[in-house]
Nanobody, 122 residues
């Protein structure tokens, strides 16, 4: 499975962005898709996840209520809508797929895409 993320950019505090992650390859075997982010000098951290089949979604406390993860199975694409962005949301955002046991763990995913940069100015 190959993942390609897009949609990052520069936005002012309070603004919005939508990230997209398009998968190719054997997507039928994937259990879930997630977004992680990594700020300079920090570890890569869980942001949100969605099951590829079924409705459950999961969010980090820091983004719950502001970010929404969704999927379009017909396009093999997962989205992350980010509202009310704040400077602390500045990071490189990564799409990941197919965790085995723990969707919150960055060590548990089989596939990663290249990151897309999100910068929020104050």
């Amino acid at each position: 499975v190959q993942l390609q993320a897009s949609g990052g950019g520069l936005v002012q505090a309070g603004g919005s962005l939508r990230l997209s992650c398009t998968a190719s390859g054997r997507t039928s075997s994937v259990n879930n898709f997630s977004w992680f982010r990594q700020a300079p000098g920090k570890e890569r951290a869980f942001v949100a996840a969605v099951r590829w089949r079924g409705s459950p979604t999961y969010y980090a406390d820091s983004v719950r209520g502001r970010f929404t993860i969704s999927r379009d199975n017909t396009k093999d694409t997962v989205y992350l809508r980010m509202n009310n962005l704040q400077p602390e949301d500045t990071a490189t955002y990564y799409c990941a797929a197919d965790s085995q046991h723990d969707i919150y763990s960055r060590n548990d995913y089989n596939y990663w895409g290249p990151g897309t940069q999100v910068t929020v100015s104050s």
